[in-house]
């Protein structure tokens, strides 16, 4: 004990027995309703907290700041134990504040603040120190990865407290990891695993690992990969024209998508060479035809290859004559007109049929009611109710 300590350990002791004096001869009055009022607190590790402590009605009582050990911080304004972290904010005799600089995990605990009447009076305050999570760290990608390959992904962040969050994104969207918490000490590590079944949908797109922690309530940390996925080209062949006319100019563009690149493409015809490298030109991957004629009728094959497969897809290719097209469009309007008049008038006959056919079914029942009455079947009561409507025919005439 260096001797400033020493004279405080004095003078505290002096000042216990001097109080016991008073109030054995009642000179201590008013003090029962002295209580010492402190709050609990919260800090992030490296910052700086203040301990505050306040008495509603003192008069001149010392107050003291002890940390967990139970060692005096500060006596009144005076500073027992020699920490430079450790500095006095206010010192009256209704307060005493305290500030802690470059809080460690360490001083976390119960802190008592004392007010010295007869008895003691004292309040705690619980400091609670928060461990800030290092930045994240992705392990687990290979650079290239191959279409259809399983990886596992593991994000990592160390030193918080209490346990971090860890979150997934492909590209802005969310996915679900799978999170483990090791206690390390007094803080935790923490790490999440995304397991990926890659496909060619991947290449180019960015995974994230975010950490959530109390402690990172402005900004949030962060890392972030991007896949590179390999894979065998796909093609396909789009032509500049739907209907190639003899004379016209016609583009066959080959679309091939791979990684690496598949650079570049091979044209061919009917399994051989391009026959006319003059109106035939390859320019990058498309295939131009500066005037098309009836040679060049056939079957075009666009291949595309790198290190991991080869893909093709053929054109077959027909050259109209443009007079015969026009021809076949107005024989086409002609049938489309032939087409559409026969449609009508069957229509009309349905319908006039039909009519005819409900006429004619009215007719017959209520012939078969007339002569219902006196038949034994349908077909007598038909017979009978013609016989009665020829009678009153013949009635009908006698009368005119």
Not at 78 to 86: E, H
Not at 172 to 177: A, H, P
Not at 205 to 210: E, F, L, P, S
Not at 336 to 355: P, Y
């Amino acid at each position: 004990m260096n001797l400033k300590s020493h004279l405080l350990f004095t003078f505290y002791t002096v000042y216990v027995l001097l109080v016991k004096v008073m109030a054995s001869k009642g000179k201590v009055r008013g003090l029962s309703g002295q209580y010492p009022l402190v709050q609990n607190v919260t800090v992030t590790e490296g910052g700086t907290v203040n301990l505050t402590c306040r008495v509603e009605y003192n008069d001149n009582t010392s107050l003291q700041w002890s940390n967990p050990a139970q060692q005096t911080l500060f006596f009144g304004d005076k500073k027992a134990l020699r920490d430079n972290r450790i500095e006095l904010v206010r010192a009256t005799s209704s307060e005493l504040t305290i500030s802690i600089g470059d809080v460690l995990l360490s001083d976390e605990g119960m802190y008592t603040c004392s007010l010295f009447t007869m008895p003691i009076r004292t309040a705690k305050a619980y400091l609670t120190v928060l461990g800030v999570p290092a930045n994240p760290e992705i392990d687990g990608l290979t650079k290239p990865a191959l279409e259809g390959d399983q990886i596992t992904l593991t994000c990592s962040s160390q030193g918080s407290k209490p346990a971090a969050d860890l979150r997934w994104f492909r590209n802005e969207k969310e996915v679900k990891g799978a999170k483990v918490v090791n206690p390390m000490g007094k803080t935790f590590t923490v790490q999440s695993f995304l397991q990926l079944q890659v496909d060619r949908n991947d290449d180019g797109v960015a995974y994230t690992c975010r950490v959530d922690h109390v402690a990172l309530s402005q900004k949030p940390q962060q890392a972030t990969e991007v896949l590179e996925v390999h894979y065998a080209p796909r093609v396909e062949i789009n032509p500049l024209h739907s209907v190639p006319l003899e004379g016209q100019f016609l583009k066959l563009e080959c679309v091939s998508k791979g990684n690496p690149s598949p650079d570049p493409v091979m044209w061919t015809k009917d399994g051989g060479e391009l026959p006319d490298l003059d109106r035939m030109i390859v320019e990058g991957r498309d295939l131009s035809f500066t005037s098309l004629n009836k040679t060049d009728n056939g079957t075009y094959r666009c291949e595309a290859s790198n290190h991991l497969g080869t893909s093709s897809a053929e054109y077959k290719l027909y050259v109209y004559d443009p007079n015969a097209v026009g021809q076949h469009g107005t024989d086409h309007a002609l049938i489309g007109g032939v087409v559409a008049v026969v449609v009508f008038v069957t229509l009309c006959l349905i319908i006039v049929l039909g009519r005819y056919l409900a006429r004619h079914k009215g007719t017959y029942l209520t012939n078969e009611a007339k002569g219902a009455d006196d038949a034994p079947d349908a077909d007598t009561a038909i017979i009978n109710a013609e016989g009665n409507h020829a009678h009153a025919e013949e009635k009908k005439e006698y009368f005119i």
